[in-house]
């Protein structure tokens, strides 16, 4: 088993950041791979970024390349996903997620556990 807890969400204007965390609790940290994911309204759920269990592999979706970074602390049991020049179309709600195994991963079926979300909103 794995808890998830996201923080950090929040309103931002267009252009600025914000660092969304997310507090693992359960199962070794330090021994699964971790990704973001997000949902807007009327949308599916779709890939962000993802990292492997010791940090060496990381992947992101085309559209945050260059202006999002996920990183982790194993010390910490915690993952963040730093969001710079946020757009308006970075709205949505950002789930926090828990793979199976060691590895990163872009495939939704390859996470066990998940966060209850956090909410990001970019005002225009």
């Known amino acids: 088993q794995v808890q998830l807890v996201e923080s950090g969400g929040g309103l931002v204007q267009a252009g600025g950041s914000l660092r969304l965390s997310c507090a693992a609790s359960?199962?070794?940290?330090?021994?699964?791979?971790m990704g973001w994911f997000r949902q807007a309204p009327g949308k599916d759920r779709e890939f962000v970024a993802t990292?492997?269990?010791?940090?060496?592999?990381?992947y992101y979706r085309d559209s945050v390349k260059d202006r999002f970074t996920i990183s982790r602390d194993n010390a910490k049991n915690t993952v963040y996903l730093h969001m710079t020049s946020l757009k308006p179309e970075d709205t949505a709600v950002y789930y926090c997620?828990?793979?199976?195994?060691?590895?990163?991963?872009?495939?939704?079926?390859?996470?066990?556990?998940w966060g209850q979300g956090a909410q990001v909103t970019v005002s225009s």
């Open positions: 359960g199962r070794a940290f330090s021994t699964i791979g």
């Open positions: 997620g828990a793979v199976r195994g060691t590895w990163a991963s872009r495939e939704t079926n390859d996470y066990g556990y």
């Open positions: 990292i492997s269990n010791t940090g060496s592999t990381t």
